[in-house]
């Protein structure tokens, strides 16, 4: 049970859920994610061992950064895809995966 409720957890942020969008598109630095959102560098660093200990992202050295991608791609958007499909059913119906859907995460 462990894992599973680390998976739910990780994706439980809606930091994290940003994060994910945006390595959806390719691989991130810190800086880069940084950057994008608005955040501090710890705070994404947070996020990423979050999303790195429930084995959504890969991490790989890169000279002196980190660069990080999604460690399961095709299995992430069929996850996204369910929960979006699920919260629509529930009445509250987001965009969790941009690339394979209508939008741009939602509720953020």
Request: proline share 6%; net charge negative; glycine share 10%.
């Amino acid at each position: 049970m462990v894992p599973a409720a680390d998976l739910f957890h990780s994706l439980g942020d809606p930091n994290r859920l940003i994060i994910l969008h945006h390595l959806q598109l390719g691989e991130h630095r810190v800086v880069d994610l940084t950057a994008h959102l608005g955040l501090s560098q710890s705070t994404v660093s947070k996020h990423l061992i979050v999303l790195r200990d429930a084995g959504v992202v890969a991490v790989r050295p890169q000279g002196r950064a980190s660069v990080y991608s999604l460690a399961h791609p095709e299995t992430l958007v069929e996850l996204l895809s369910a929960a979006e499909r699920f919260l629509g059913l529930t009445g509250g119906a987001v965009t969790l995966c941009p690339l394979h859907g209508p939008g741009v995460v939602a509720d953020h």
